[in-house]
């Protein structure tokens, strides 16, 4: 798709878009190279999921580095960002988990929930995409998920006995229950699965629908013409700056729901039924 689409902004594709903010004309195109030896070819989206861990790490490094040195947090930045960590720790993490055990857990909850919200506020960025709009990218944070959630059931119980005990615990006649258990285990194996399918759909649904009614609502600037311009673009402008405050909203959301299912998950897989 032509970068100059309007829905060039919400699909993938090898060129990366600068702008200058003091000409807004102005518009630099760069194409990401390709590595010919595996035909790889390096993407916006995959740019967009550097950026956004190097600025996680930005982020969460030097706060905790700073949280180390000071009994109390100095600074509006690192109390912010303390305030979320927080936050994340005492109402996501140990309400969902359970107890102190919920800690152990906390640094990939913590990192999951600020490159999702960092890559949802990117796309925001003129030039930029929201990395998370892709079902490749959310899919991948699906399976970080899912893997978390094994390893945790894993730990806790074995490796049978996280399958074992998938399976709620039913009293029925035992030869009944030879019957009911593997059908009731196929059922809460695909439920595990499905479960963090949705997690991925979820989250790049609505980051997608969202860019792309940004998208459509400023494509009927270019297709208008005649008197009908000077009517659609003051309301096309309205309607984005107002829809933009919405998606800044979405992005603090998505990010939260993401972590919250993730430790909820956790959760599941590490207390028996």
Do not use: C
């Not at 590595?35 to 969460?60: C, G, H, K, N, Y």
């Not at 490159?115 to 892709?134: D, E, K, Q, R």
């Not at 439920?191 to 629908?209: S, W």
């Amino acid at each position: 798709m032509a970068a100059h689409d309007p829905l060039a902004h919400v699909v993938d594709h090898d060129t990366l878009e600068l702008f200058w903010p003091f000409v807004p004309t102005y518009q630099l195109e760069l194409h990401l190279p390709k590595i010919p030896i595996v035909d790889f070819q390096i993407t916006r989206f995959m740019v967009m999921e550097l950026i956004a861990a190097a600025l996680a790490l930005a982020i969460l490094i030097p706060t905790v580095r700073h949280i180390r040195r000071n009994q109390v947090t100095k600074g509006g930045f690192f109390n912010a960002v303390e305030a979320i960590l927080l936050f994340i720790r005492d109402e996501v993490a140990r309400p969902a988990i359970g107890g102190h055990g919920a800690d152990k857990f906390l640094p990939f909850l913590w990192t999951a929930f600020f490159f999702v919200l960092i890559s949802n506020l990117l796309g925001m960025i003129p030039g930029f995409a929201s990395s998370t709009g892709n079902i490749n990218v959310t899919a991948v944070l699906a399976l970080s998920t899912l893997g978390v959630v094994v390893w945790a059931g894993m730990k806790e119980y074995g490796v049978k006995g996280f399958f074992v005990n998938l399976v709620p615990h039913v009293d029925v006649p035992k030869p009944l229950s030879y019957v009911f258990w593997p059908l009731m285990f196929v059922i809460e194996l695909m439920g595990l699965l499905i479960k963090h399918l949705v997690l991925a759909v979820r989250l790049f649904a609505n980051m997608f629908a969202g860019h792309v009614v940004l998208a459509v609502i400023l494509g009927f600037i270019t297709m208008a013409s005649g008197w009908l311009f000077y009517v659609v673009t003051p309301a096309s402008i309205a309607g984005v700056v107002a829809l933009s405050l919405l998606e800044l909203f979405v992005a603090f959301l998505q990010a939260y729901v993401f972590t919250f299912l993730s430790a909820i998950f956790i959760g599941s897989a590490v207390h028996s039924h």
